[in-house]
């Protein structure tokens, strides 16, 4: 099964309203990532949180990282409509740290 | 390269020929990841090459699938007699260990297996 799960599934806001996304991970990890992408192509890496630490931001994105839980959520403030794409947790294991392991993603809807 | 270059973009083929996707990654890269995505799925782990190392084959689904990497740089990802549960799109990736593993993915190949 999946290290990754992310929840929701599919998420449909409001444009200005706050998204927040979840993934739960089952082993020990070295940090966790999220991605996002579009269209079905290409991800692009958004930000990396290690797991000693608790909470990140960058610009409009927060991430937070419970390991105790093995869970970290990852909050978008004031959407866009730019915003709408899928979103990935990736996990790096502490055996074998190279390799990341994706969730399945939720697809986030920004509706204006 | 700038970025991660995939070829081809898209790839329509009969049910039990063999196909070959390509991956240049970002110049100076030494790991490089194969990952599957079918349709509204999330990736699923195929390969890894890091450097001169054995790669890690464990994500491989089966014997039709194979990967090589000539002289560090560009990778060939091989299926072979293709069944139509091979479609997907198959993204590869790459990054370099001065920094996290953070990936830079490319466009994908678009398998589409008829």
């Known amino acids: 099964s999946q290290q990754g799960e992310e929840d929701p599934q599919a998420l449909s806001i409001q444009e200005g309203e706050n998204a927040t996304m979840n993934c739960s991970y089952k082993?020990?990890?070295?940090?966790l990532q999220w991605y996002r992408q579009n269209s079905g192509r290409g991800l692009v890496h958004l930000i990396l949180?290690?797991?000693?630490?608790r909470e990140k931001h960058s610009g409009r994105l927060r991430v937070t990282l419970d390991t105790s839980k093995k869970s970290s959520s990852l909050l978008i403030t004031a959407s866009r409509a730019a915003d709408t794409a899928s979103y990935f947790c990736?996990?790096?294991?502490?055996?074998?740290?190279?390799?990341?392991?994706f969730g399945q993603g939720t697809r986030l809807t920004i509706n204006p | 390269g700038a970025g991660v270059s995939q070829s081809p973009s898209n790839k329509v083929t009969e049910k039990g020929k063999d196909v070959e996707l390509r991956c240049d990654p970002i110049?100076?890269?030494?790991?490089l990841y194969w990952y599957r995505q079918r349709l509204g799925q999330g990736l699923e782990f195929l390969i890894y090459?890091?450097?001169?190392?054995?790669?890690?084959k464990s994500g491989l689904p089966s014997d039709r699938f194979s990967a090589e990497r000539t002289g560090g740089s560009v990778s060939t990802l091989t299926i072979q007699r293709t069944q139509q549960e091979d479609s997907a799109v198959y993204l590869c990736?790459?990054?370099?260990?001065?920094?996290?593993?953070?990936?830079?993915f490319g466009a994908g190949s678009r398998l589409t297996v008829l």
């Open positions: 990736a996990t790096a294991l502490i055996q074998g740290a190279q390799k990341l392991v």
């Open positions: 082993t020990s990890i070295n940090n």
């Open positions: 949180i290690r797991s000693n630490e």
């Open positions: 110049s100076g890269h030494t790991a």
């Open positions: 090459f890091q450097g001169n190392s054995a790669p890690d």
């Open positions: 990736a790459s990054w370099t260990r001065a920094g996290a593993n953070v990936l830079t």
